[in-house]
Structures are given as C-alpha cells and as structure tokens.
C-alpha cells in the first residue's frame, strides 16, 4: 500500500512539472497564435494569447505495464466526447463491488433521479419523522426516509410537462422560481427552520458553446444574449413549516448584484450583475452568513469559455433572516477587470480552459458565533486562500497557496474541513470532467493548516482500486468519470466522526477514507454500485455515483447515483439506526 502511495505521489509530481511548463504564458503548442481580437464586451477579457491546450497525443497516456493508467499532462474542455484507449472496456460495467458496507436498500428510477449529473440534499424533521430532499432547480423529489427500507416519495416537482424552461410557469414553479442550493438550518428567533436558497447563472446554457466560434471570447452576440437574460441573481430566504413546497413562506427575496439600489427590492423580471449565489451558503441559523458570488460583471477573470463571472465571497449578516444585510465583499487580485498585471502571474492564463473563481462558499471549521476565526477558499484555477473572518464585516487575506495546474476538469471546488480542529488537515480537491479519464487526476490533497499563515501541501489521499473481481485493474477502464466530487456538505444531520472522509467518486462509487493517521490514510470501505439503470439515458452512463450525504446520527449513507440512491450502512461509521432519529436535526455540527 505505501509503495502504491508513493508511486500516486510521484505521478502527480512529474505530471504537475509537465503541465506547469505547458502552461507557461506564451510556451503552449497554440504559442504561434495571435492574441485574441479584443472582445466586444469589456468584461470578456482575453488578457493573454489564445493558449488552449492541443488535444493529447494519443501515445501520451493510457494504461501502462504494471496495470496503472498514466493520465495525459494537459487537456482541452471535451466534456461531451468519447476517449477510448487501448484497455479501456468495451461496454460500461453493470456490476457492483462492495468492502466493509452493506446495502441497506436500493431505490431506482426516475423519482429517485432527479438529474443525472447532479443533485444537492438536506434533512429536516417533522412530527418525528425524518424528511431528505434531493433537487436540482426545477427538479425536486422530497422523501419520507424515516424507516430506511421503507422510503416513500411525498413530493414530486419538476417542470418537465413545459420542457424544462424557468421562464415558463406551471403547477410546481412560478416563471424565474426554481429549487437553488440550499441550506436549512434551525433559527431560534422564529423556533422555525429557515432555508436559504442560492440563485444562480445557469452553468448549462445554450448560449455559448465550449469551442469557438461560440465560446465567450469569439462570440459576442451569445454573451450579450446571456447578459441579456432575466432572473434573480442572489438568494431567497424561507419559513419553512413542514417538508412539502407548500409548507414554504418566503421572507426574503436578495440580490448580490452590487448596482441594484437596495438588494431587497430588486426586479427578478430584468437582468441582474453577477453569478448570484453559487452553491450551498454557509449559514448555520445563527448572526453571520457566508456565500459565494460575483457581485457585478467586472468579476470576470475566469478563463472557462462559457463562464463570463469569476465568483469571491460575501458575508451577511442574518440577525433577522427576513432582512439580511451585506457586511463585506472579498476577491482576490486579478479577478476583476482592469487587474491584468495580476491576472498575468497566473499561469493559466490564456488557456481558455480553467474554471478561475469559488464554486462553493467558504468552509468554516467552526462558527464564528462559537469563535471561529479561519475559513479556508477553494477558488479553481486561483488554488487555496485563508481568510481570517473573526470580524465577518472585515474580512481578510491570511495566506496563500497555490495547487498544481490540472486542466482540464474543475481544479479546486471542495474543502474537507471536518478534521482541521481535530489535527489541523484540510482536505483539498476539484473533480473530474471528462471521461475515461481524459484529464489529469484530481488528487485530494491533504494540506497542514495548522499554522494558518503557512499551508503545506503534506500528502494525497490514496487513488481508488478496483476489486480484484472486477477483472480490470485501474478505475479509468471502467469507463466514465473517475475521481473526487465531495464529501457532501456540512448540512449533514449529527456530528461527523473523527478520522473518516466519505467521497462521491464517480465510477468508483462512494469510498471512505479513514484519515485517523495523516501520515498514512488509507480506504477502509467502498460501495461501486453498476454503471447505470433501467431508466438512465445513454448519455448519462458515465455519470455515475456523483454524491454521497451521510446521516452521521444515524449512520447511514446515502449514495446518489445516475440511476437512483442507495442506502448505506459500514462498520467504519458505526451501528445504523434504521427508524427515527434519537433527536431531529436541529443546526449542523462537526
């Protein structure tokens, strides 16, 4: 095992130099390429030439001689594309492996699916009964998951009967509504759950496409068209009373676009500045809130070619959730415009490749309200930045560290904090995507944060092996995605177990890593469920396990799949209780 760590650390290492010296301003195989023809949008910045990366040399990756798959150095966005290689299987595995884990219950099909790709999860409780909702905007499913092999389906919402479209209102959705990311915590000011739900830009959009002529630097029709679009760009803030939608009362409606004149009074019916909140906000029901968000569309240095914002962070104040107020913004030097010679430094720049900017808010080990004083920033293409938020209307820059270049795929997007009071380890990872493994690996780097001024990069967790009963013997033949999503989120009912990490690993299904020991982590269970089911589009099967949400008070984990979820039980989390919660989910805890 140590041996097999070794040999993952010192693939990283020589493929890091190679990308860094692929990436170097000015020094990819695109070199001889002018510079791109100034955009017509100011806020489309082509600040260095048109780098982006040559498809990889066939010859360059692919499996090796001791069974192992040596990963191309750099690739260019080719997410809808097929990659087969010498090794590869010929057909998507529709078989299950499983160590130290238990299937508790399955439960398939389209009312456990409500997107293939990807689906946020929260738990309330009522009555004594315990509720999960799993969604993705306008497709919502809410379960009765009290008796876990007996879940029941107590809400459907979806906006399929009008094609999808969020402009168009039916039975479940007012025109521009949708379910955003949320979080859902208890707020004793109102002895109520409050829900605070994030509204913002598409990430799927017809508008511009990954390749030019369409991508926002060659096609300035489809951004101002995306400009153009109308919709809340900010969050909404309910009541919630009970589990179904119609036990929703909406306090607040915000937006994060810095030009609006009063963020509680905006008009959702025009366009709006900025991202919006991106992903699940940090709020644990007490005074301070932390999001994610591009304020305005001067936050515009992120290279994605169909990204046009480059998100930073905000903190509120929700002393009173239905009227939050803005106490500060934050972004580092190169995200807006007019900061070029920053942007320069980074040596992504031109590749018109890298997602640069937050996909999550920060991650906080501890509550401010609890004295808290560090959150940590996974920022993409930017790699990791400390800020000290002991004064949230004061934040601060405390340290930077800069992650190997690992394009494409999504380079940093999650941060594994459960363990940082514990041992001082954060736990640092982006996800793949592309299949068959047509990027770098996206290592989860185990980084020291215990002197906050100076974080190291000490490690990797191990990379996942097949079963020996698998017959093949590197997850990238499986086919599809493989590599890291997250850990879930922090919203996870009771408090997380010490020295355990529970990663969503795409076509390795759901793998815990017991972390007990930094110095020498290791898988000490997995459940790799079958490729696909009997209701998933073709397109999808690649997209397997892409989450897990782990009821730490009850010991179960649930694998959220492209065909339906599972039920989860594990020695390495501890007798399950299959029936109610001992007590309700109240506030989330570590």
Known sequence: ?????????????????????????????????????????????????DRRPEPADPGAYGMQLDGTFRHPSVTPVDEGSDHPFPGRNAA??????????KVEAAYEGADFTPDYFHTW????????RRYLFQYDRSEGRVYDVTDVKKVKVVEKLSREDVDGDENRTNGDWAAGDYWGASTIQWSRKLGAYVMVQSFESKR??????????????????????????????????????????????????????????????SDPASAQQGSGSIDVPYWTGEKYMFLATAPDDTYSGSEYPTNLHSAGYQSWDMSDPARPRLLDTWHLPGQRTGEDAAYRKNPRCGNRTSWMGARMPLFLPKPVEKGGRYAFAAMGGYGLTVLDVSD????????????????????????????YEKTGMIYYSGYPLTEDCYEPYKDVYQIDARDPAKPRVVGVLPRPVPSKAAGFTDYCQRRGSFGPKRTGYYTNPGRHDAGLLG??????????????????????????????????AEYAYGNQTHGVYVEWDRNIAWALTNH?????????????????????FRTSEF
């Open 503 to 536: 990663y969503g690993f795409y076509n390795a299904g759901v793998q815990f890593f017991d972390v007990s020991d930094p110095a020498a982590p290791e898988i000490s269970a997995y459940f790799v469920p079958k490729a696909y089911g009997r209701d998933t």
């Open 92 to 101: 998507y595995d529709t078989r299950s492996y499983i160590k130290n884990m």
């Open 392 to 419: 949230p209307a004061n934040m601060r820059t405390v340290s930077h560290l800069d992650l190997p270049a690992s394009v494409a795929g999504t380079e940093g997007d999650n941060i594994d904090v459960s363990q």
């Open 204 to 265: 799927q959009i017809s508008e511009l496409s990954d390749h030019p002529p369409l991508d926002k630097y060659n096609n300035p029709e489809g951004v101002r068209k995306l400009r153009a679009k109308p919709g809340l760009k900010g969050f909404k803030v309910y009541r919630l009373d009970g589990p179904r939608k119609k036990d929703w009362k909406l306090l607040a409606t915000v937006s994060t676009d810095s030009t609006q004149a009063d963020p509680l009074r």
């Open 564 to 584: 339906g979820i599972y039920a989860l039980s594990s020695k390495v989390l501890g007798k399950p209780r299959l029936g109610a919660p001992e007590k309700p």
């Open 121 to 128: 999860q929260n738990v309330v409780d009522f009555g004594g």
């Open 1 to 49: 095992m140590r041996s097999t760590r070794r040999n993952a650390v010192l693939a990283t290492v020589v493929a890091a130099a190679a990308t860094a010296t692929l990436l170097v301003p000015g020094t990819s195989g695109a070199a001889d390429r002018a510079a791109a023809a100034p955009a017509a949008d100011p806020d489309v910045r082509a600040v260095c030439a």
